[in-house]
């Protein structure tokens, strides 16, 4: 059983706990967490892949925030990463073992690079890639090079599951990571082990 994992939202609580630490970082660099939010939708609206150190750059050169150093305040919002981890999925994934765990992430690469780094689960698998847009490549590459065995792609967001042909890949299931993805995920796991 092979396992692909996506990144954020699904390893690591990008949503729930990272953004809101991000935007208290921020606030307690001076800028309204209002202000940031605002400028974060701006910047996501776009569909650019997002880069906490451009964003830094220009939340500082637009607010004229003198007092904020970019350096040290990307590597004070990357610094406790680790706890932003989803614990019930590394344990699935260390259980797996590095030669069944491939990490598929969409993103700039330089920060979900750091991001990763900070978490410091690269070693739990076999291959780490960073994607820029679709996912629907890198998938398929890994799934061809093991067509024999049973892969699990584990991916919150729809429109990287879309754009896969399941029809090239008959031994690939996905599980949709939503509020009952941790719960899906055992149930196919447990289907497979028994």
Known sequence: MKLIFDFDDVLFNNTKQFKDHMYACLENAGISRIIVKTEYMQVRATGVPFSLKKFLETLNTKYNVGTINAADLYAEILYPAKNFLNQDLIAI????????????????????????????????FAEVHIVPQGKKEVISEIYNEHKKDKFIFIEDR?????????????????????????????????????
């Open 158 to 194: 729809t429109r990287f599951i879309d754009e896969l042909n399941l029809k090239d890949m008959p031994n690939l299931t996905i599980i949709h990571f939503d509020e009952d993805g941790l719960k899906k995920l055992q149930e196919e796991l447990s289907q497979h082990l028994n």
């Open 93 to 124: 994934a260390e259980k797996a073992g590095r030669e069944n765990c491939y990490l598929v992430t969409n993103g700039e690469e330089e920060f979900q690079k750091d991001k990763i780094a900070q978490t410091g689960i690269a070693p739990l």
